[in-house]
């Protein structure tokens, strides 16, 4: 199935397949930065396929759509239970399951274009643990890998609070322990995820830098109104159970890891970490951005990529 539909300043053709549950999975292939390309067209040309992290609105790509779109495939899926795919009909939100989701949805991707060779990974936030996970498993559909603003393991591992025995542990359980609750937390999730207390807590925090846009975040606390939030709560413990970090020795395929330098989710010594267990990997530090670089320093990113992808032979 397939619908013609845009975002801001372009346009996406959106298609679905069955995850190995029966859950429905969105993927937009972007149509350039005019919206005039069609798919034959953009069949020809190199995949790049977009990995987002939990919660993300898919503004979060625009700077990377524009950039790349005019010459390249660019595709961005959704997790289950996010933006345009259904809630997991198993109730399944394990960072193993999506990473089986990430496999399915290459394997559309490669389908889809003239050469059914497998797309470059950019992945964001919690994509990174994705695919890493999907990268264990089947490795020669990961040609080449971005990594942006994550780890292959769980927010805040062995950083501050986390560093003490069995913190992290309790914060798992917790998660788990609020399942039940979540008939009383729906009634306040669409004031708790309101832009006009986030944006405000978010700056005095450090949390949103000064370079967020508070329509970029207004979109994103939108999308996550509109989200199922015991989706949301689930994918949330399987982010938080994630640990692919044996999985970066390896990695044999060129890497390009960008480190926010005030991430507040993903801190920027845990992404260090994972930095140099891939001693072969191209580093970029973007300076003065938080958790939300994509948004922050959308074009210092988006020049950064563009560069990784002209060295990178296709």
């Known amino acids: 199935m397939s619908t013609a539909h845009g975002y801001a300043g372009y346009r996406r053709v959106t298609r679905s397949l069955e995850a190995a549950d029966g859950t429905t999975l969105s993927y937009h292939t972007h149509l ?10 953009l069949a020809g040309r190199r995949a790049v396929l977009l990995s987002n992290g ?68 950019v992945a964001f936030s919690m994509g990174v643990a994705v695919l890493m996970e999907a990268y264990r498993r089947r490795p020669e559909l990961v040609p080449a890998m971005v990594l942006i603003a994550g780890a292959p393991d769980a927010p805040w591992k062995q950083v501050g ?58 979109e994103f606390m939108l999308a996550l109104k509109r989200m199922d939030l015991g989706a949301y709560l689930e994918t ?30 993903f801190p920027l010594q845990q992404v260090e970490r994972m930095r140099d267990a891939l001693p072969h990997a191209r580093w970029h530090l973007v300076r003065d951005a938080g958790h939300g670089t994509l948004i922050e320093a959308g074009q210092e990113v988006a020049g950064q990529v563009r560069g990784f992808l002209q060295e990178v032979p296709a």
């Open 32 to 41: 350039g930065p005019d919206g005039s390309a069609g798919e034959a067209e």
């Open 54 to 121: 939990i919660g993300t609105s898919e503004n979060f790509w625009r700077y990377l759509v524009d950039a790349l779109s005019g010459d390249h495939r660019v595709v961005h899926w959704d997790y289950r239970g996010h933006g345009a795919s259904g809630v997991a009909r198993s109730g399944d939100y394990t960072l193993q399951t999506q990473a089986d989701d990430l496999i399915r949805v290459t394997e559309a991707v490669m389908r889809g274009g003239k050469s059914g060779q497998p797309p470059v990974h």
């Open 161 to 218: 609070l986390f560093r003490l025995p069995g913190f992290l542990p309790l914060v798992r359980r917790s998660l788990r322990a609020a399942r039940p609750l979540l008939p009383l937390l729906r009634p306040v999730w669409g004031a708790a995820v309101d832009v006009r207390v986030v944006y405000p807590v978010g700056r005095l925090t450090g949390q949103l830098r000064s370079r967020a846009d508070r329509a970029d975040i207004a």
């Open 236 to 265: 949330l413990v399987g982010l938080f159970d994630a640990d692919a970090t044996d999985v970066l020795p390896k990695v044999a395929v060129p890497v390009l890891i960008l480190g926010a330098e005030n991430d507040t989710m």
